[in-house]
């Protein structure tokens, strides 16, 4: 198993930045494809983003294209997210999730570890 911790939430203004970290503890990090999910207030958690197991291949909802950058360090067990040109329409809960094996997924489902979720408010 792993466990998983986000961090780097916050508020910030329309246009500014953050950057997102998700510490994974347990088995080893570099044995999990990863990815970012959202969730915002009424609505289903969707895909941001995910990247294979050496931190390669890296894909992007269209709607946080350009904008958004997925990354890894195996040596420091930690999975980034660093978003750039935050809209107000960012605003959710962000959770890093773990699913076994090489590839990444694009649902929700595929994924068998999740992290507890670090809220993310883009003011206008």
């Known amino acids: 198993q792993v466990q998983l911790v986000e961090s780097g939430g916050g508020l910030v203004q329309a246009g500014g930045s953050l950057r997102l970290s998700c510490a994974a503890s347990g088995r080893s990090f570099g044995s999990y494809a990863m990815g970012w999910f959202r969730q915002a207030p009424g609505k289903e958690r969707e895909f941001v983003a995910a990247v294979n197991w050496r931190g390669g291949s890296p894909y992007y909802a269209d709607s946080v294209e350009g904008r958004f950058t997925i990354s890894r360090d195996n040596a420091k067990n930690t999975l980034y997210l660093q978003m750039n040109s935050l809209k107000p329409e960012d605003t959710a809960v962000y959770y890093c999730?773990?699913?076994?094996?090489?590839?990444?997924?694009?649902?929700?489902?595929?994924?068998?570890?999740w992290g507890q979720g670090t809220q993310v408010t883009v003011s206008s």
């Open positions: 999730a773990a699913r076994e094996g090489p590839s990444f997924g694009y649902y929700s489902y595929e994924y068998e570890y």
